[in-house]
T-cell receptor, first 110, second 114 residues
Framework: NAGVTQTPKFRVLKTGQSMTLLCAQD?????MYWYRQDPGMGLRLIHY???????AKGEVPDGYNVSRLKKQNFLLGLESAAPSQTSVYFC?????????FGAGTRLSVL | SQQGEEDPQALSIQEGENATMNCSYK?????LQWYRQNSGRGLVHLIL?????REKHSGRLRVTLDTSKKSSSLLITASRAADTASYFC??????????????FGKGTKLTVNP
């Protein structure tokens, strides 16, 4: 049972480039979340989804887009990367109160 | 948005000692959770305490909740080097549900020295 899988694990982008982070869960969870973690800031919610075909903005959504075309996948897109988006990105899923996290994607934007 | 704030930011103890971390939050909640994050890894759920509970145990973990003070504490007894990690409290939206969103604090970094 893989749980929550994030790809890629590491990525370096140049300013202005675009990329998509993929999150896949095999627990049939309804809810999925994307967070970013910066030093001294804890986890901040970027976007979330309460079910297939739905998405909603979190605390820090600017510069990011998401899609949930299939229940098991939640994609996070950066259309035009900026150095301020250098961070570690975590995906999580849940069926209720407890969230299960992926191992993270470390992204550097130069 | 409401946010749990952990205290202290960092804690260093010797193996075998107890470690206590505190969390304060701002508004009413349905439940409060504690998560652990090992270096370079994702968060792992440790324990959930509901707003109508005052204390909960799980192995070497003891969590207390004081809703009148809007605070919680996590006690790890007889600490081990493997307990070295960052610990985060997380609160829900206190009834404004439908998404099961959590708000995480900034964490306490615990170092347990052998």
């Amino acid at each position: 049972n893989a749980g929550v899988t994030q790809t890629p694990k590491f990525r370096v982008l140049k300013t202005g480039q675009s990329m998509t982070l993929l999150c896949a869960q095999d627990m049939n969870h309804e809810y999925m979340y994307w967070y970013r973690q910066d030093p001294g800031m804890g986890l901040r919610l970027i976007h979330y989804s309460v079910g297939e075909g739905t998405t909603a903005k979190g605390e820090v959504p600017d510069g990011y887009n998401v899609s949930r075309l299939k229940k098991q996948n939640f994609l996070l897109g950066l259309e035009s990367a900026a150095p301020s988006q250098t961070s570690v990105y975590f995906c999580a899923s849940s069926s209720g109160k407890i969230q299960y996290f992926g191992a993270g994607t470390r992204l550097s934007v130069l | 948005s409401q946010q749990g704030e952990e205290d202290p930011q960092a804690l260093s103890i010797q193996e075998g000692e107890n470690a206590t971390m505190n969390c304060s939050y701002k508004t009413s909640i349905n439940n409060l959770q504690w998560y652990r994050q090992n270096s370079g890894r994702g968060l792992v759920h440790l324990i959930l305490i509901r707003s109508n509970e005052r204390e909960k145990h799980s192995g070497r973990l003891r969590v207390t909740l004081d809703t009148s003070k809007k605070s919680s504490s996590l006690l790890i007894t007889a600490s081990r080097a493997a307990d070295t990690a960052s610990y985060f409290c997380a609160t829900d939206e206190g009834g404004r549900g439908g998404s099961e969103k959590l708000v995480f604090g900034k964490g306490t970094k615990l170092t347990v020295n052998p």
